[in-house]
């Protein structure tokens, strides 16, 4: 594949020939262990218009392209392998289900028989007992009573009658996606509550289960009771037996039912977990790039760190006390039968802890809030310490880090200090409370059993039962400190998905294929916040197809928020900017950019191989387009010299041991694979040696009339490569025209204006 080429987006459908097959063990992940072999045997499967390798691997997965076949997704493959589950090379039903969400499509099961389903709900899958599973794709035009079929197990369609095999269907229906994202026709603000919506069943059968093991809880203390007066109090050991066993019942039953709500509250916990740790990581990935790229990395990560505690507190300990909390009259009122005034008691004790929780709740809660910033603001410093090790030990300022340092450190301690105060201090006086509560119960049952209105037994057991409702009550204050903390963290949760995600809707969307990429702009203006001074004022330019465009000036003169414009990473606020006519804020944000290759100032190589960082733009990309790739920007040589060429790991600490100039090329190199008609590149050489720019002045010119390159430097010997450039100053266009003259503004040759 040469760099002028312009491919056409991959669908599944795509005609591509055999020998261009990936092989499986070329591409495995040498890194970690682990592989998405599933993804490249697809991806091979795609490239070669062949399921023979999907069926060796997983019936499922043999079933995937002909169910979405026939279920009518003509889309990008590239959206089909990103929708695969990563690093697993099987594939399971509930995956094969969760990858047809992710594209836009939710499935019912209905269990029936095979030969029973109407071709009304045609095409579905169907799983019989067996667990061999069959695509029905429609009845036979030809034969009456035939159903055309895909057999997972034959590896082919077929026609035939249908046995009588008992089964699951499952029928799929496409929902509103943008991109295979589920798109809520609820409020943002409501998306908490729709999370814990989604578990209602689930809370169901935990009430359920929460009722019965309170009603086993309560028959112990009768049980406690009718012993003492019935069997110690008759002397008669004859009942002791059936109630010993009855007793033994229950509490086995007790341990049952325990069992069973553990898991299902495992269950819950892992999937809240689950949701919220993906559906936020979703959401921020969605987020348009100025709404994120201005936050630090590390209070992103101590924002999502914070989101934690909202799981921690609904699958929690907490969690089981939540439960118990509405069962708590019902032991009340059992108090008031069998003790009779003693239940004022309990009901006395949940006013006073209610009272004194609402009173010391700003307290505690302000405290554990200082708490949760002091421990963040020492992390984001952390992270600011171990990225930045290099420029503090070349400005030898260790001491004054390391004072820094404890600055953090003590303020974090003396947090910690005061929120366990005040832990202590909640904890005491619910101790305290209990006991009072108890001897209190104690002292009016004593009086009672000496008045003849309660026997001994029936103390007892009211002795047990106060324990457990004081218990709840307990716990729900000791929970006071962290509720603020966890409704705070809710609220945020709350207001990040409710911000406006980018766009990627195909209904609006103009297919971008066949672009010829003239560029646009006609006075743009761009200002990052409403109170900032404007990025961009009133700037116009037209780069023709094949042009070369250079766009310089100062620092912070708005040369990178021009190109990021034009990349679709930011909006134009003001003026027009257009790709072949197409304003780009109609254009789907993905498709834009699949249509320019952007290759920012500071290269980020990620975890996996140096092929799959290539790959990150083309996912169908073969070895051979690799190679070509690499040979345009002139690291071909330097990777084939690796032990492992292609698949050597790259990414995190390895990155450092590599060179600027290969680490460029890197990024050239996956900017340039998808052969995207416009290329961007922001200050390319700005960390190149000699030997790296004479390579990049080499990549320039043999770019120039294939494709519409927008550069943005300083360096004089890529500004004479352009056919025009353009000089910024605070925002304003300062000269536009012939590289030579801006080369002369740039040094004060020529005044605004000439």
């Given at each position: 594949?040469?760099?002028?080429?312009?491919k056409?987006?991959?669908?599944?459908?795509?005609q591509?020939?055999a020998?261009?097959?990936?092989?499986?063990?070329?591409?495995?992940t040498?890194?970690d262990?682990?592989?998405?072999a599933?993804?490249?045997v697809?991806t091979?499967?795609?490239?070669?218009d062949?399921?023979?390798?999907l069926?060796?691997?997983?019936?499922?997965?043999?079933?995937?392209?002909?169910?979405l076949?026939?279920?009518?997704?003509?889309h990008?493959?590239?959206?089909?392998?990103?929708?695969?589950?990563?690093?697993s090379?099987?594939?399971?039903?509930?995956?094969?289900?969760?990858?047809?969400?992710?594209?836009?499509?939710e499935?019912m099961p209905r269990?029936?028989r095979?030969n029973?389903?109407?071709?009304?709900?045609?095409?579905?899958?169907?799983?019989?007992?067996?667990?061999?599973?069959?695509?029905?794709?429609?009845?036979?035009?030809e034969?009456?009573?035939?159903?055309?079929?895909?057999d997972?197990?034959?590896?082919q369609?077929?026609?035939g009658?249908?046995?009588?095999?008992?089964?699951?269907?499952?029928?799929?229906?496409?929902?509103n996606?943008?991109?295979?994202?589920?798109?809520?026709?609820k409020?943002?603000?409501e998306?908490?509550?729709?999370?814990?919506?989604?578990?209602?069943?689930?809370?169901?059968?935990?009430?359920?289960?929460?009722?019965?093991?309170?009603?086993?809880?309560?028959?112990?203390p009768l049980?406690?009771m009718?012993?003492?007066d019935?069997?110690?109090g008759?002397?008669?050991?004859?009942a002791?037996?059936?109630?010993?066993?009855?007793?033994?019942?229950?509490?086995?039953?007790?341990?049952?039912?325990?069992?069973?709500?553990?898991?299902?509250?495992?269950?819950?916990?892992?999937?809240?977990?689950?949701?919220?740790?993906v559906e936020t990581?979703r959401?921020?990935l969605?987020?348009?790039p100025?709404?994120?790229?201005?936050?630090?990395?590390?209070?992103?990560?101590?924002?999502?760190?914070?989101f934690?505690s909202?799981r921690?507190?609904?699958?929690g300990?907490?969690?089981?006390?939540?439960?118990?909390l509405?069962f708590?009259p019902?032991m009340?009122?059992?108090?008031?039968?069998?003790?009779?005034?003693?239940?004022?008691?309990?009901v006395?004790?949940?006013?006073?802890?209610m009272?004194?929780?609402l009173?010391?709740?700003?307290?505690s809660?302000?405290?554990?809030?200082?708490?949760?910033?002091?421990?963040?603001?020492?992390?984001?410093?952390?992270?600011?310490?171990?990225?930045?090790?290099?420029?503090?030990?070349?400005a030898?300022?260790?001491?004054?880090?390391?004072?820094?340092?404890?600055?953090?450190?003590?303020e974090?301690s003396?947090?910690?200090?005061?929120?366990?105060?005040a832990?202590a201090?909640?904890?005491?006086?619910?101790?305290?409370?209990v006991?009072?509560?108890?001897?209190?119960?104690?002292?009016i049952?004593?009086?009672?059993v000496m008045?003849?209105?309660m026997t001994?037994?029936?103390l007892?057991?009211?002795?047990?039962?106060?324990g457990?409702v004081?218990?709840?009550i307990?716990?729900?204050?000791?929970?006071f400190?962290?509720?603020?903390q966890v409704m705070?963290?809710?609220?945020?949760?709350?207001?990040?998905?409710k911000?406006d995600?980018?766009?990627n809707?195909?209904a609006?969307?103009?297919?971008l294929?066949?672009l010829k990429?003239?560029?646009?702009?006609?006075?743009?203006?761009?200002?990052?916040?409403?109170?900032?001074?404007?990025?961009?004022?009133?700037?116009?330019?037209?780069?023709?197809?094949?042009?070369?465009?250079v766009?310089?000036?100062?620092?912070?003169?708005?040369?990178s928020?021009?190109v990021?414009?034009?990349?679709?990473?930011?909006?134009?606020?003001?003026?027009s900017l257009?790709?072949?006519?197409h304003?780009?804020?109609?254009?789907?944000?993905?498709?834009?950019r699949?249509?320019?290759?952007?290759?920012?100032?500071?290269?980020?190589l990620?975890?996996?191989?140096?092929?799959q960082?290539i790959?990150?733009?083309d996912?169908?990309?073969?070895?051979?387009?690799?190679?070509?790739?690499?040979?345009?920007?002139?690291?071909l040589?330097?990777?084939?010299?690796l032990?492992?060429?292609?698949?050597?790991?790259?990414?995190d600490?390895?990155?450092q041991r590599?060179?600027?100039?290969?680490?460029?090329?890197?990024?050239?190199a996956?900017?340039?694979v998808?052969?995207?008609?416009?290329?961007?590149?922001?200050?390319?050489g700005a960390?190149l040696?000699r030997?790296?720019?004479?390579k990049?002045?080499?990549?320039l010119?043999?770019?120039?009339?294939?494709?519409?390159?927008?550069?943005?430097?300083?360096?004089?010997?890529?500004?004479?490569l352009?056919?025009k450039a353009?000089?910024?100053?605070?925002?304003?266009?300062?000269?536009?025209?012939e590289?030579?003259?801006?080369?002369?503004?740039?040094?004060?040759g020529?005044?605004?204006?000439?």
């Amino acid at each position: 594949m040469s760099m002028d080429t312009v491919k056409d987006p991959h669908t599944i459908d795509d005609q591509l020939s055999a020998d261009e097959a990936v092989s499986v063990a070329d591409q495995k992940t040498v890194a970690d262990d682990q592989n998405d072999a599933l993804s490249e045997v697809l991806t091979a499967a795609l490239r070669a218009d062949s399921l023979d390798d999907l069926q060796s691997g997983s019936p499922y997965s043999a079933c995937l392209l002909p169910l979405l076949r026939a279920l009518g997704w003509n889309h990008y493959a590239r959206e089909l392998i990103e929708a695969l589950p990563h690093f697993s090379d099987y594939l399971e039903l509930v995956d094969l289900r969760n990858i047809l969400v992710r594209l836009g499509y939710e499935s019912m099961p209905r269990k029936t028989r095979l030969n029973q389903l109407s071709s009304e709900l045609y095409p579905c899958l169907f799983v019989g007992e067996d667990d061999k599973p069959l695509v029905l794709l429609a009845a036979d035009e030809e034969h009456e009573g035939q159903v055309r079929y895909f057999d997972a197990e034959q590896g082919q369609e077929l026609v035939g009658h249908l046995d009588n095999l008992k089964g699951c269907a499952y029928l799929f229906t496409h929902i509103n996606t943008t991109h295979g994202q589920t798109v809520s026709t609820k409020s943002s603000s409501e998306w908490f509550d729709q999370l814990l919506g989604r578990f209602r069943n689930l809370f169901g059968w935990l009430l359920g289960m929460t009722f019965l093991i309170n009603l086993i809880t309560m028959s112990v203390p009768l049980f406690i009771m009718m012993v003492y007066d019935k069997v110690i109090g008759a002397e008669s050991v004859d009942a002791l037996p059936t109630m010993v066993a009855g007793i033994i019942l229950l509490l086995i039953s007790d341990i049952v039912l325990r069992y069973f709500r553990g898991r299902l509250m495992g269950n819950m916990a892992g999937r809240m977990d689950y949701l919220i740790g993906v559906e936020t990581f979703r959401q921020i990935l969605n987020l348009p790039p100025i709404l994120t790229e201005r936050s630090t990395m590390a209070a992103q990560l101590a924002r999502l760190k914070q989101f934690d505690s909202v799981r921690d507190f609904f699958t929690g300990p907490n969690a089981s006390t939540l439960l118990d909390l509405p069962f708590i009259p019902l032991m009340i009122a059992l108090i008031a039968f069998i003790a009779g005034w003693a239940a004022v008691v309990p009901v006395v004790m949940l006013l006073l802890f209610m009272v004194f929780g609402l009173m010391w709740l700003p307290v505690s809660a302000g405290r554990v809030l200082r708490t949760g910033q002091a421990r963040n603001d020492k992390q984001k410093m952390l992270i600011q310490s171990l990225s930045g090790r290099s420029e503090i030990k070349g400005a030898a300022a260790e001491q004054s880090w390391l004072g820094r340092f404890r600055e953090y450190s003590a303020e974090s301690s003396t947090a910690n200090y005061k929120a366990a105060v005040a832990s202590a201090v909640i904890n005491a006086v619910s101790q305290a409370g209990v006991a009072i509560g108890s001897l209190a119960v104690l002292v009016i049952g004593v009086y009672s059993v000496m008045a003849g209105d309660m026997t001994v037994g029936a103390l007892i057991a009211t002795m047990v039962l106060i324990g457990k409702v004081l218990s709840p009550i307990q716990q729900t204050f000791l929970s006071f400190g962290r509720f603020k903390q966890v409704m705070a963290a809710v609220k945020q949760l709350n207001q990040l998905m409710k911000l406006d995600v980018e766009k990627n809707s195909r209904a609006s969307s103009v297919m971008l294929s066949g672009l010829k990429g003239r560029i646009g702009i006609d006075r743009i203006s761009f200002r990052y916040s409403p109170n900032s001074d404007p990025a961009l004022t009133g700037v116009s330019l037209v780069a023709e197809p094949g042009e070369m465009v250079v766009i310089t000036g100062d620092t912070g003169s708005g040369k990178s928020t021009l190109v990021k414009l034009i990349a679709g990473m930011y909006k134009p606020q003001a003026g027009s900017l257009t790709l072949d006519e197409h304003d780009i804020r109609q254009l789907n944000v993905k498709d834009l950019r699949r249509a320019i290759a952007y290759v920012p100032q500071n290269a980020q190589l990620f975890h996996g191989t140096i092929a799959q960082n290539i790959r990150m733009n083309d996912v169908l990309a073969t070895d051979e387009d690799l190679r070509s790739v690499a040979q345009s920007v002139g690291i071909l040589d330097d990777i084939l010299a690796l032990p492992q060429g292609f698949e050597t790991p790259i990414g995190d600490e390895r990155t450092q041991r590599l060179t600027p100039g290969f680490v460029h090329g890197i990024s050239m190199a996956r900017a340039f694979v998808c052969s995207a008609p416009v290329v961007i590149l922001d200050e390319p050489g700005a960390s190149l040696d000699r030997e790296g720019d004479m390579k990049l002045v080499s990549q320039l010119r043999a770019l120039k009339g294939k494709k519409t390159v927008l550069v943005v430097t300083h360096r004089p010997s890529h500004i004479r490569l352009a056919d025009k450039a353009i000089v910024l100053d605070k925002g304003l266009t300062k000269f536009a025209g012939e590289p030579e003259q801006a080369l002369q503004v740039l040094v004060g040759g020529l005044r605004e204006g000439k």
